[in-house]
């Protein structure tokens, strides 16, 4: 099957590279007012952002961002048939070259930018040509009918995408090395009352890597194509390749050709127009010797361009009727400020009491419901309801002696509410006290990924004078073991492998044999065995488990119980009502400024 085919036939996801908002969203546009129930566009390598806002239809949708294009292959795998290179001219060869080493089975690319440098371009031929259907650079894409909207072929706007009638197949190819003229064309189709088989815009640059012999080539190959509208212009030798096609039955389809500027002939030298070819070497590259070459192999190669508008009713096929497409709910859409997602279902009914009777409540269904909320999906194992649940219940509280525990009382006892009592307790929330979880993961996923030893890790640390969180205790040490920690321990004998658990408990061999103190303490081995239980029961990688990391998923797990701690300190103080705090004089050292002697004058 050529390209035509295996397009129609479904191959039509597409990975952006670069970001335009425009463009992108005409392609969603196209997709939706073809039918589709999914967008084509899998997702944009741009910047640092997680997700960019598009429509699809009236719904709005969040596309997938990636950091780079091996990050994109990782998650989309095979999926991806094209890419969007949007990027600007000097950027498009690398990240070309890129995407076709981590997609190696898709089917080509369409590359937007001007002025891609001649070496790169020519590079891309030799490497690409032959083996990916590569439209550009400088052009605007590759269209085919109610299948695929590769760029800004067509247009970018609803309007435009009904009126050029884009989403009806038919049987007239357009093409041309301008991507304007490629796009006036399509129009001019449409309004002719005839309809696209596909239509591409090569580009404009000297080198474009699909050559305008390979797209008549492919029309002359495809069996929905009866007939081709091209344009043409001054300079260059394209139209003498169509030409000797012709004259070897290479091509063989009716043919309707408008090769524009006579209006060279008017000046006393050769002027460049446009495009880098645009520009008469020799006579025979003259827009009216094209003209008359053409003819002469029986193209219909009118003299103006009312007479070729007039023409395009000589090619096959009748005429079609103007589809019935309401574009109305796609006009004014406005993006939403903030995105968010239904945490829990408010409307959904519950039942708690029947027959005047408590109804058992499923077994760990806060928990269900939290790591749900949380993860944004239903966790499937119970060893990770059960590991959740056994820390939620540990760290509800660790005494009133801790600094969060500390600034809830003092803030009830100034008389102030229970949420501004639980915000100053959950303000001390950091890498000192409770938040270290989140930072632990971070580095025992950065110890797992690198491979490093234990050893080999804290003398980095150290020689960076950097802390390790997740390993010390001011109560705990050798010989006196966290009786949390070893509880927890026991989760990771329900693994088949723990390899976040045991880098975390060899960096502790590392640091204890310089201070006993130095144990891996609970915040350590929460992030240790929650990395472990997510990748093994969960089934999630590395990279998602970066991106929890990134998010500070773990700390979670100190803040959702110690919040319910706060709250019962909170309630505590205001029962015994014990009135404002102060620390005593004697328990302040107060330094007194020494006096600062007279110069002498």
């Known amino acids: 099957m050529n390209i035509l085919e295996l397009t129609r036939k479904g191959r039509t996801k597409v990975l952006v590279i670069g970001n335009h908002s425009g463009i992108i969203q005409s392609m969603l546009d196209f997709d939706f007012l073809s039918g589709k129930d999914i967008p084509s566009v899998l997702g944009i390598v741009a910047g640092n952002r997680k997700a960019e806002k598009y429509f699809f239809g009236t719904k709005e949708i969040l596309l997938p961002c990636y950091k780079n294009i091996q990050i994109a292959s990782e998650v989309l795998g095979s999926k991806v048939d094209w890419m969007l290179n949007l990027q600007s001219g000097r950027r498009t060869f690398e990240s070309t070259v890129s995407f076709f080493d981590f997609f190696p089975k898709s089917l080509g690319a369409h590359i937007f930018a001007e002025n891609v440098p001649e070496s790169h371009a020519t590079e891309l031929i030799s490497r690409f040509g032959k083996k990916y259907f590569i439209v550009g650079p400088s052009g605007v894409g590759l269209l085919v009918p109610n299948a695929l909207k590769l760029g800004a072929i067509g247009g970018v706007d609803a309007v435009q995408i009904k009126s050029g009638a884009l989403t009806s197949a038919g049987n007239i190819a357009v093409g041309s090395t301008s991507g304007g003229m490629t796009n006036e064309l399509i129009h001019a189709v449409a309004r002719a009352g005839k309809r696209l088989s596909f239509a591409i815009a090569i580009g404009g640059d000297r080198f474009p890597v699909v050559s305008l012999t390979q797209i008549f080539a492919l029309a002359e190959a495809d069996s929905q ?79 103006t361009f009312p007479q070729f508008l007039d023409a395009l009713q000589k090619l096959p096929g009748g005429a079609y009727t103007a589809e019935e497409m309401d574009i109305q709910p796609l006009q004014g859409r406005q993006k939403s400020i903030l995105s968010t997602r239904k945490v829990l279902d408010i409307d959904e009914g519950r039942v708690f009491v029947k027959g005047k009777k408590l109804l058992k409540g499923k077994e760990n269904a806060f928990v269900d419901a939290t790591l749900g909320a949380l993860l944004g999906k239903p966790v499937r194992s119970p060893v990770t309801r059960a590991f959740t649940e056994a820390v939620f219940e540990m760290l509800i509280d660790h005494g009133g002696n801790v600094s969060g525990a500390v600034n809830t009382m003092i803030t009830a006892r100034a008389g102030k509410d ?39 890790f804290v003398a980095e640390k150290a020689k960076a004078g950097e802390l390790i969180l997740g ?79 990134d998010a500070e998923f773990f700390n979670a797990f100190f803040v959702i119980p110690r919040s319910v701690g706060f709250i019962a300190h909170f309630m505590e103080q205001k029962k015994n009502d014990e009135g404002l705090f102060r620390l005593p004089d004697e328990l302040l050292f107060v330094r007194e400024e020494t006096p600062k002697k007279n110069k002498k004058k």
């Open 471 to 549: 390993i010390g205790h001011k109560k705990y040490r050798v010989g006196l073991a966290d009786p949390r920690v070893k509880a927890l321990a026991e989760f990771a004998t329900l693994l088949k492998k723990h390899p976040h658990y045991d880098f975390a408990r060899s960096v502790e061999k590392a640091t204890t044999s310089k201070n006993g103190k130095l144990i891996l303490n609970i915040d350590g081995a929460i992030a240790a065995l929650l990395l472990d239980i997510l990748s093994e029961c969960e089934g999630m990688s590395e990279r998602e488990l970066q991106e929890l990391a």
């Open 225 to 303: 194509t009866e007939g081709f509208v091209y344009f043409g212009e001054l300079g260059g030798v394209d139209e003498y390749e169509i030409i000797e096609l012709i004259k070897a039955k290479k091509f063989t389809k009716p043919l309707v050709a408008y090769i524009a500027g006579i209006i060279d002939e008017a000046f006393d030298e050769h002027v460049q127009f446009g495009h880098a070819k645009a520009l008469v070497q020799t006579m025979d590259e003259s827009a009216r010797a094209k003209r008359e070459a053409l003819r002469s192999v029986g193209v219909i190669a009118p003299d």
């Open 418 to 456: 229970l949420v501004s009592s639980l915000a100053s307790g959950l303000l001390t929330v950091g890498p000192r006290f409770g938040g270290a979880i989140n930072e632990a993961a971070r580095l025992w996923i950065l110890g797992v990924v690198s491979q490093k030893t234990g050893l080999g």
